[in-house]
């Protein structure tokens, strides 16, 4: 069964920090390109990073340098780095794969299930 398989959300402190995980199964991951999304309560689902075929990395830019994308070809798995967590980043997080780094969210061919991200003190 072709399917991505997130985990490593949870509850932390503002500052604090997370990493997620999104295991691929069925597929091999290398051949796609991996996006991060995030959908706050009562927005949209918005992407934040893509890291395209070929690419090892991500640093992410829009949330000025705290979180960091990656991937693992030989654990066919990508990863999320989370640093200096603020309560603005509550929210559900999704990985998705994708040949070209779609611009709209039908363009995704994977989703993860996605994972609760919650900063509070």
């Known amino acids: 069964q072709e399917q991505l398989v997130e985990s490593g959300g949870g509850l932390v402190q503002p500052g604090g920090s997370l990493r997620l995980s999104c295991a691929a199964s069925?597929?091999?991951?290398?051949?796609?390109?991996i996006g991060w999304f995030r959908q706050a309560p009562g927005k949209k689902r918005e992407k934040f990073s893509c890291?395209?075929?070929?690419?090892?990395?991500h640093v992410v830019e829009v949330m000025k340098g705290r979180f960091k994308a990656s991937r693992d070809s030989a654990k066919n798995t990508a990863y999320l780095e989370m640093n200096n967590l603020e309560a603005e980043d509550t929210a559900v997080y999704y990985c998705?794969?994708?040949?070209?780094?779609?611009?709209?969210?039908?363009?995704?061919?994977?989703w993860g299930q996605g994972t609760q991200v919650t900063v509070s003190s």
């Open positions: 069925g597929f091999t991951l290398a051949n796609y390109a």
């Open positions: 998705a794969a994708d040949p070209w780094c779609g611009i709209a969210l039908e363009e995704w061919d994977y």
């Open positions: 890291i395209r075929r070929g690419d090892t990395e």
